[in-house]
């Protein structure tokens, strides 16, 4: 299978210059706010940032005065291909009807101010090119293919079992182009694998961290209990799906093991206030409430505690609707500026590219978006979405 994207058809079509007059630029690090700027982006990347009014030839110019730029935002846990709640609807679908839904997807995802988005199962290496190759309009893609999971694990993954298996799949993978893997190390809230149970045996995870690390790539893991995160950070796996109940065991795992956290908080208050999970029995909804309170404690203890946390979502179906929610969750226990670094800064970290993506200045992709307001006094300024004036991707304003 063709991985690489054919660099005939990845080239910009033409080659374009914008310029962003009046532009009062976010520093996700310091949190300042610049005065007004002029950004220059060529081909793609920022090359210019400055006082200049010089006009530039050929160039499309625009004035964001009186918003603020920001860099454009980076989900660090989606899924693009879950375009329905139902999994055994999606399962029922023909290849192209998938891909058709999982195309719209992606584009309102873009819509919604991602320009990056790390599929943590279920998107392959194809959507990624098919992006590249601009033939879909949606966020820069990270993809993993599937989530990995023992027998008993739950829906829509790829089981396998044993050493063996789990190094002849992944190598497959990896080999197709992957750029980090999933594995799932405990149950889940809707899986039929308790909460509590531990998933993979320490054997079958040092393999996979070992597959990972061999290819230069990275193992992120799906975990609930306090117990599996420790596990996980432990046997080196490099982030930390959900994580809704941190001790402070794996607090000190975090630090010493440079790994990174990512809540989902979105997921379970889609269920809890967003009102999607009305197809679940009232069992279920109880826990889904103490997952997502614990989740916000969790989260607020990581915070305090200086661990890297990275803006996850994991919403499917008609709660993807809710991605930039997760905002105005994390609002309630953390500083808008922390929260705009996990969508920014850390998210790029994450998915390696720190200087690249995630920040707004000379070097780095042109993807930034405006938005009018202060997000730094009011994170509803992100998460109601009104506020977002201007999208540019890859140096091209797609509003
Ligand atoms: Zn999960
Ligand atoms: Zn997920």
Redesign the pocket.
Known sequence: MPVRSDPRRTRPRTRSTLVLRDASILDVETGEVSSPRTIVAHDGDIVEISTSTRTVPGAQELSVVGSTVLPGLIDA???VTQASGDFTEILSWSPSYHAARTAEVLHRMLLRGFTTVRD??GADTGLRRAIEERLLTGPRLKAGGP?FAPTGGHALTRVVDGEAEVRRALRAELRDGADHI?LTLSGGVISKMRIDSLGFSEAEILAAVDEAALAHRYVGA?VYSAEAVSRALRLGVRTI??GNFLDEECIALFLERDAYYVP?LA?FWAIVEGHTGQHLDAAKRTAVVEVFERGLESLALADRSGVRIGY?T?LHGEGLAFQLEEFAIRGRVQDPLAVIRSATLTGAEIIGESGRLGVVREGAKADLIAVNGDPLSDLAVLSSGRALRLIVTDGEVLR
């Open positions: 846990h989606a899924h943590m199962g989530i999933k799906h799906e959900h989902t997921t996850g994991d």
